[in-house]
């Protein structure tokens, strides 16, 4: 038996550090991303995406605009709504909820087909152009949002907009070749088979991932050509299988590559598509191309996909600081196949993986206010070079107000507001905590509320309520930056088993049992593989799961001139908690080189002593035009 | 009074070093451009340049082929061809040049007008777009060749197409707006000055430079539209002040920006230009640039333009190693301006950076065999990376068989092989030798045999011959990484005092007469500003003038593993006759970092004890594929 999260509909996050962030999602970015989709947003990117709406509905005239997945910013929004409803009821969100839904409803076509470019600009090349039409990825986005809105804020209406439309997907690709350019179809799939319980959604997910790489020149065959059209203007190769995934069945996949994001998207999808069927062939693979993420492709903060051509993966250790992609829609993605991978794998390093990634490379896409959102989340950024010099263009030094590609907004949004159900799964007589966060749960065999300092203090706090059934086992993930582990039960200490990785106890409980976990949050000092030629003879900060930066602001600009030694002083600051929200700078005994006069020069530079101030990378770029660096030169 | 270069027909390179590289030139290189250009060189990029000049004299049928500036290939061969012909003489290729010769006369227009592209494709559009089609480029290049054909091949038919042409860009221009795209016009303009003492040539140079930047927007007002038509394909934009090097007037330019070859021929002709006229103004533009250049935007091979988009200087200390672009032709344009400047501002570092240059990144361009070249001129590779990674499309690791854009190889062949004009100059009663190499020159004071053991060992003799003014000044350069210098005059050991950079002796000289100065090669580690983010806390080893590098061959690749600590000792191994062509390797103490497993550990590296060996680096890339680093690590 396998451990199967907790839905977040039976989850409340209470947590100091995420909770505000919810806060910030409902009532700040979510109802900004909705007047953005409106357009009521003076000066930002015009989205379009209600009227394209409209248009498909024929209750407006005029043209389609937008990228040819417009569509999917209004699903993601719905998606994050729904979540929105959850955490904080608001009748008046609730009633545009509903306008929004029944617009969508009318924009459906008889059939179930549903995607207003198609239906607007070209309804006789409907899912014609699988790879570069997005209209798989839209309705899967969709589809998401529909079971969202079902599962989590108990509103049907959009579910059957989405069983129509999943009804159709089937009907039409059931039978027929056909796979997506931009996996996500298989999620919402999966989605809907969750919440539907309906076998044919999950099938047609597996389908679809199936199909893909059977044949690797299936999207040279089936593309049309469009002269004078483009799709997104991604110019996207149907000949780059790499690109494309296709080079060879799923099954096979060995090594993340192409589009960092459909790579994930899909890797979410095998993972739960192996654990629901329990297929070993497709865990297989999960488990290989998590392992070569890890050790051969990931940023030290979480980021994926190094480079900004197709937002791609590319050669093994090619991880550029300062012209990193790491879309962070990427790093969502790998907190969503972590997630999955972490109950269909049970190794306790895939909970290390989902922090690294929700309080580094994903939180880093959002300004501390939540109205304004990276895409591209560099390790290192110099304003003089980052946005301007060629091969930087998309690495901007402040997060700009909004998007023409509209993707990572509200997958962030959606991410943070749903974070309830990342955090427990239930096997049996067997509850485990996986994050230090916060929350109610309304577990099976108990209610638990967990109390955590997280990441600012290391302490972990669980208070059984209603018992259902006596004997069960509670675990709790050790996180690997956590040390010197202290156990309490009902106050007095304990010495608790770790096994793989989490702290396990079973016994009978009893309403009022708590059991704390205390530690020391760690501040390490991470050293790449000297294989990793961009980072090599560096060393980056963490503090817990947190990773540090260094900011111009703090430490002048010219942090290229930063030394740390191997062996200087890191000393904690007392926590700020009017610096960027609350958080604790670090600072670090080093020395700034001085600069010879020459370019270069024949003696050995000169080097004062001086503190770096470091602070963690999520907040970086948040206090105006400066340089940044993760990465700091050892010597 | 100033200096003034002695020209090339005047000296002759006796040089162990370089006599070798020049009977490549006239050997292989030079021929084998020829055979390229006549597209004899079977599986080589079509050249068809000799074919273009063919239909534009009516004698081929067909289409134009190539590059807009095709026919500048021919020109540069023959520019090269001329001093092929004094080093060698060489009947056959007397023949040949003066075939090439009559061709292109009879290419010629009636006017004077000469270039193939329009005179065959488009004739009613003559000088109608100066930024994209470089017809007075190609025009500069004929009139260098020209200049060089009579001056030192004392064959005065290309003079007569070059005296026909030059007239022809007078009339047209004289009293017509009008700055070239590509600068080069200037320099064959004051060259055929040179070689014809028509003031007429010297000023419209001038009057090129000094239009230029009068008007920022000229190119935006005179570029036609083109839809359709691509004139190299370069998509030049003609807003782009920067790349044209038009933001200001020349005189007022403050910092190298743009396309670096533009930059470096227009500097060149400026160069020229003070010298010429002795203009202050324009004197000191020169001397900001060169200071700008070579404390700002210098790679430490002598390397220039960091990217490779529109091949041009980006922000100050912007100097990445792997995706460099450091073209070939900007180092060879780069020895041009440090000549020019050497005798304009009597300052001694142009002698260092012309001897950067020369034995590094300009030589580095050339396979040891004299048939391959690099475009681009990386300070360090990685196989797997460069040339296939976004970003690196670029970089090679091995030079390639020939060019569609063939600027490089006759722009090193013309350099080379023109060597001698580079080394003396003459001042009244003092002559100065600014280069280490071996000559024989026919200065007005005696001939002055000059043996020299550099770059393997640092020895300079000087003998003298024929003397024809008895009393003179002896000036001799002392290069920068060269110690304990020792002079002795006729054996005996004399003290002279070294002046500005030069060692000098003023004397009543004998046939005979012998001056010896010997010193050490010093081994030199060079540190760059901190600054500079790319090779911050690295270092680059040098010997004497030689930059070395360290090869995937010789270390195992994982070069970035590699730690050259600051006391580590560096040993000269011997003199290998058999290794590169005849090089002297280094073997350093220093240490590989082992991998520990995890992409990022928190411990710190394990390192092992290694030699590292390094080789020069223009002789990298030429024992097949494999890693390369100029740049080590500290620590």
Redesign the interface.
Known sequence: MRDRLLPMNRVRVLDEFWSARQRLMTDVTIPYMEKILRDEVPGAEKSHAVSNFRMAAGEEQGEFYGMVFQDSDVAKWLEAAAYSLYLKPDPALEKRVDDMVTLIARAQQEDGYLNTYFTVKEPENRWANLLECHELYCAGHLLEAAAAMAQVAGKKELLRVGIRLADHIVECFRDREGIPGHQEIEIGLERMYEVTGNREYLDMAIRFLDRRGQDPDWFMKNTPAHPGRHYGGYDIPPEDHEYNQTDVPVREQTRARGHAVRQLYMLTAMARAADETGDESMRAACVRMAEHI???Q?Y?TGAVGS????E?F???M?LPA??CYGETCASVAMTFFASRMLTLDDDPEYGDLMELELYNAALAGMQLDGTRFFYVNPL?V?P??SG????YEHVLPLRPEWYACACCPPNLARLISSLGGYLWSVNGQRVSAHLWIGSEADLPQAKIVTESGYPRQAYLRFTVREVRQKRFTLRARVPKRVGNIQTSMNGETVSLPVKNGYLELERDWEPGDTLEITGDMLI??????????DC???V?IARGPVIYCAEGVDNGD?L??L?LP?DGAITELPYDPNLLNGVIPLEAEGF?????G????????DKEKTNIRLIPYYAWANRGLNEMTVWL???
């Open positions: 890890r050790r051969k990931i030290v480079t900004g051509r197709h791609a590319t050669v093994d090619d300062d012209r290192s110099d003089e070079i301007k010099v060629p091969g390490t000092r991470l050293y790449p593989d000297p294989g990793v030629r090599a003879g560096k980056a010219g290229s001139a030394i191997d700034r080189e001085k600069p010879g020459e370019l270069y020069g024949n003696d050995i530079p030169r050892r010597g």
